[in-house]
């Protein structure tokens, strides 16, 4: 027998013994049959779930954001550690020296928060308070010191729920000269009162002469 004959009984030997061909799935049906399959929930049980998928993701960019800093830096990890240090000690200074941020009073309050005191009291209690190293509440008492005494001297007239901007405003009328060191003197209260700022002693200093000054002025004569 030739290799021609040999071909053809290898041939009819893999074709099935009723002669039929074999079936074939084209391959677009074969894919989406695959693709039905593994769409099943049993295929997918142990998954994880939408949230852990997208904190690996969270995870995944923050170490290719370090990584891609650490080799842009100088030193590389070691320079990125550095660089990091530095801005965590800048952080922390500014916040020792700021204080806890809080949020600015959208309105200024009252002056006087108590019930009425004279200005000799609220001289005694800031001078008490900046005994303390009471900083700020020395400030906000020789403020109202300084609005007291002239309410005392009738140069403003008693009003309650003054504030500290009005009672400067009123005052410079009366004042004029004293105009600029009122108004300062009002930012000042308003900013360690509303604005989370710190009282420190070369503010309560400028008042304490503030109001050393105007206990000695006389008011200009009305117009």
């Given at each position: 027998?030739?290799t021609?004959?040999?071909?053809?009984?290898g041939?009819?030997?893999?074709?099935?013994?009723d002669?039929?061909?074999?079936?074939?799935t084209?391959?677009?049906?074969a894919?989406?049959a695959?693709?039905?399959?593994?769409s099943?929930?049993?295929y997918?049980q142990h998954?994880p779930?939408?949230l852990q998928r997208?904190?690996d993701?969270l995870w995944?960019?923050?170490?290719g954001f370090?990584?891609?800093?650490?080799?842009?830096?100088p030193g590389g990890?070691l320079g990125?550690?550095?660089?990091?240090?530095l801005?965590a000690?800048a952080?922390?200074?500014l916040w020792?020296?700021?204080g806890?941020p809080?949020?600015?009073s959208?309105t200024?309050?009252?002056?006087f928060?108590?019930g009425?005191r004279?200005?000799a009291?609220?001289?005694?209690?800031a001078?008490?308070?900046?005994?303390a190293g009471?900083?700020?509440?020395a400030?906000?008492e020789r403020m109202?010191?300084?609005?007291?005494a002239?309410e005392?001297?009738t140069?403003?007239?008693?009003?309650?729920?003054?504030?500290?901007?009005?009672?400067?405003?009123?005052a410079a009328a009366?004042?004029?000269?004293?105009?600029?060191?009122?108004?300062a003197?009002?930012?000042a209260?308003d900013?360690?009162?509303?604005?989370?700022?710190p009282?420190d002693p070369e503010?309560?200093?400028?008042?304490?002469?503030l109001?050393?000054?105007?206990t000695h002025t006389?008011p200009a004569?009305p117009?």
């Open positions: 027998m030739g021609g004959g040999l071909i053809v009984t041939a009819a030997a893999l074709l099935p013994r002669g039929t061909p074999p079936v074939t084209p391959r677009d049906a894919r989406e695959a693709e039905r399959e593994l099943k929930p049993a997918h998954d779930g939408l997208a904190l993701r995944e960019w923050i170490s370090f990584d891609r800093a650490a080799t842009a830096t990890g990125l550690l550095a660089v990091a240090l801005i000690l952080v922390a200074a020792w020296r700021l806890t809080r949020r600015w959208t200024a309050g009252a002056l928060d108590r009425p004279s200005a009291d609220h001289r005694a209690a001078e008490a308070h900046a005994a009471r900083w700020t509440e400030v906000q109202r010191a300084v609005v007291r002239l005392e001297r140069l403003l007239d008693p009003r309650p729920g003054r504030t500290a901007d009005e009672a400067a405003a009123e009366s004042l004029p000269a004293h105009a600029a060191d009122l108004h003197a009002a930012r209260f900013e360690v009162t509303y604005g989370g700022r009282g503010a309560y200093t400028r008042l304490r002469a109001d050393d000054t105007l006389k004569a117009r």
